[in-house]
C-alpha cells in the first residue's frame, strides 16, 4: 500500500526557518519523483517544489524560490522541504505526493494534476 507522511509543521514566528519530512513506505520511493503542495483555507492547493527521484533536479515556485531547499535521502524514504524566512503567506497546510515523472521531465515543474497518492498533510502557522 502506497504511503506518504508528512510531519515536521507546528507553530512559528515569521522569519523562522522549518524542515517539513515526507516519509514514504509501500512502493519505491527512491524511483519516484516527489513533490510538496500547500494548501490554504479557502484557497486551491499549489505546488510549492519538487525533486527527482535521483535529486540531481528540483522546482520551486516563485512563492518560496530562494528561501526554500528541497532534498531526499532515498535510503530514508524521506524527502525533505527546508524553509526559512516564513512570512504571514506560508500558513497552509503542506502536503507530499508522487509526481508523474514526466512533468519534472519535459516541465520542470510539477503541477497539482500531475500528483498523486497524497499524504494527509501537516500544519504549518506562522504567528507572533
Known amino acids: 500500500q502506497v504511503q506518504l507522511v508528512e510531519s515536521g509543521g507546528g507553530l512559528v514566528q515569521p522569519g523562522d526557518s522549518l524542515t517539513l519530512s515526507c516519509t514514504a513506505s509501500?512502493?519505491?520511493?527512491?524511483?519516484?519523483?516527489i513533490g510538496w503542495f500547500r494548501q490554504a483555507p479557502g484557497q486551491e492547493r499549489e505546488a510549492v517544489s519538487c525533486i527527482t527521484s535521483s535529486g540531481r533536479s528540483t522546482y520551486y515556485a516563485d512563492i518560496v524560490r530562494g528561501r526554500s531547499r528541497i532534498s531526499r535521502d532515498n535510503a530514508k524514504h524521506t524527502v525533505y522541504l527546508h524553509m526559512t524566512n516564513l512570512n504571514p503567506e506560508d500558513p497552509a497546510i503542506y502536503y507530499c505526493?508522487?509526481?508523474?515523472?514526466?512533468?519534472?521531465?519535459?516541465?520542470?515543474?510539477?503541477?497539482?494534476?500531475?500528483?498523486?497518492?497524497w499524504g494527509q498533510g501537516t500544519q504549518v502557522t506562522v504567528s507572533s
Open positions: 505526493a508522487v509526481v508523474a515523472t514526466t512533468f519534472m521531465a519535459f516541465m520542470g515543474a510539477c503541477p497539482v494534476h500531475g500528483a498523486e497518492s
Open positions: 509501500g512502493f519505491a520511493m527512491g524511483d519516484s519523483d
